[in-house]
């Protein structure tokens, strides 16, 4: 790039440099604006006769056009891209979703370029119209080896960024309690509605047991049968392991235990299991309380059908603690 001040009559096509304004403080063009035949126009109306600009030289890529294209290539999903000032382009969720994030991928690029991307939190819930990233450029201009470099290194490992729709989830919740199912239900079912209305979601089948492995499992098979998007198991114990009732409930139909213990508080007695693709989500506790948990941190990508490990739920650690 080359800064140079030049006669108004002659800054077609060049970058603006500095912000300009009116005598009267009002800004007429941001900063990185290219000027038009138009905008001379207007601005030798505003009786300015130079103006501070810069021009790409060969082998470098405009700001608006480096971060447009490292924006469309690092996301997918339900995601649209809109220019913004100042070199940067903002992801908007385009219906409700949840934001998986490549934290690695994302590190690496922020580190070696000179284009930053901000992003949500993995697993973070969208609603339609929010922002869920931002690509922001060094002022002007990016070399074009960088860029390429970026683009190559998205298309090869990438997406840093998928906006996965959550589209009519089915929700299971099965209360459960030694003496009655219906007491766990009076005691939870108020705070369950408000966790799930946060993410537009509802509890579809519900059915309340005595907490016994055979009552437990046969209530769990039959929830199963209709293949919710999740189904959440809400007892007013607290199992030390997969080898109490509920863990016992789970392994009699089936299901894989993916993990036991969450590194989240609240929330770290989570057991998670999947009956083929449908997680079965133990919380223990997280249902007493609509503050935020282990729960409201899975429950976006489980209503976008999205399978979580064992290694992404060990992930939670940084930033796990939630209160």
Same mark, same amino acid.
């Given at each position: 790039?080359?800064?140079?001040?030049?006669?108004?009559?002659?800054?077609?096509?060049?970058?603006?440099?500095?912000?300009?304004?009116?005598?009267?403080?009002?800004?007429?063009?941001?900063?990185?604006?290219?000027?038009?035949?138009?905008?001379?126009?207007?601005?030798?109306?505003?009786?300015?006769?130079?103006?501070?600009?810069?021009?790409?030289?060969?082998?470098?890529?405009?700001?608006?056009?480096?971060?447009?294209?490292?924006?469309?290539?690092?996301?997918?999903?339900?995601?649209?891209?809109?220019?913004?000032?100042?070199?940067?382009?903002?992801?908007?969720?385009?219906?409700?979703?949840?934001?998986?994030?490549?934290?690695?991928?994302?590190?690496?690029?922020?580190?070696?370029?000179?284009?930053?991307?901000?992003?949500?939190?993995?697993?973070?819930?969208?609603?339609?119209?929010?922002?869920?990233?931002? &690509?922001? #450029? =060094? !002022?002007?201009?990016?070399?074009?080896?960088?860029?390429?470099? $970026?683009?190559?290194? *998205?298309?090869?490992?990438?997406?840093?960024?998928?906006?996965?729709?959550?589209?009519?989830?089915?929700?299971?919740?099965?209360?459960?309690?030694?003496?009655?199912?219906?007491?766990?239900?009076?005691?939870?079912?108020?705070?369950?509605?408000?966790?799930?209305?946060?993410?537009?979601?509802?509890?579809?089948?519900?059915?309340?047991?005595?907490?016994?492995?055979?009552?437990?499992?046969?209530?769990?098979?039959?929830?199963?049968?209709?293949?919710?998007?999740?189904?959440?198991?809400?007892?007013?114990?607290?199992?030390?392991?997969?080898?109490?009732?509920?863990?016992?409930?789970?392994?009699?139909?089936?299901?894989?235990?993916?993990?036991?213990?969450?590194?989240?508080?609240?929330?770290?007695?989570?057991?998670?299991?999947?009956?083929?693709?449908?997680? &079965?989500? #133990? =919380? !223990?506790?997280?249902?007493?309380?609509?503050?935020?948990?282990? $729960?409201?941190?899975? *429950?976006?990508?489980?209503?976008?059908?999205?399978?979580?490990?064992?290694?992404?739920?060990?992930?939670?650690?940084?930033?796990?603690?939630?209160?």
């Amino acid at each position: 790039m080359r800064p140079q001040t030049v006669d108004i009559r002659e800054s077609a096509g060049r970058v603006l440099c500095c912000t300009v304004f009116r005598p009267g403080g009002k800004k007429l063009f941001s900063k990185g604006h290219v000027i038009s035949e138009e905008d001379i126009k207007l601005l030798e109306m505003e009786g300015m006769e130079q103006v501070w600009v810069t021009e790409l030289e060969e082998g470098e890529v405009g700001e608006d056009e480096a971060v447009l294209t490292v924006g469309s290539e690092m996301s997918c999903g339900a995601l649209e891209i809109r220019l913004a000032a100042g070199g940067r382009a903002n992801l908007i969720a385009t219906e409700n979703a949840c934001a998986l994030i490549d934290d690695e991928l994302l590190r690496l690029i922020n580190y070696t370029a000179s284009i930053v991307i901000a992003t949500v939190p993995n697993f973070r819930y969208a609603r339609a119209g929010q922002r869920v990233a931002t &690509v922001k #450029s =060094a !002022p002007f201009a990016v070399a074009r080896t960088q860029l390429d470099a $970026v683009i190559s290194i *998205l298309r090869d490992r990438g997406p840093i960024l998928q906006a996965r729709p959550i589209r009519n989830p089915v929700v299971a919740v099965l209360y459960s309690d030694p003496m009655s199912g219906e007491r766990a239900r009076q005691l939870f079912e108020n705070i369950m509605t408000q966790r799930l209305e946060r993410l537009g979601a509802r509890a579809n089948f519900v059915l309340a047991v005595t907490e016994e492995e055979g009552a437990v499992s046969r209530a769990l098979e039959h929830l199963l049968r209709v293949r919710p998007s999740v189904v959440l198991m809400a007892s007013t114990t607290a199992p030390a392991g997969p080898e109490d009732v509920i863990g016992r409930a789970m392994l009699r139909v089936g299901c894989h235990i993916e993990k036991f213990l969450a590194p989240v508080e609240p929330g770290n007695l989570l057991l998670l299991g999947y009956r083929d693709d449908i997680p &079965v989500v #133990s =919380a !223990p506790g997280c249902f007493r309380s609509a503050k935020p948990n282990v $729960v409201d941190l899975l *429950l976006p990508p489980m209503l976008a059908r999205y399978r979580v490990s064992g290694w992404e739920l060990a992930c939670l650690g940084h930033g796990g603690l939630l209160a």
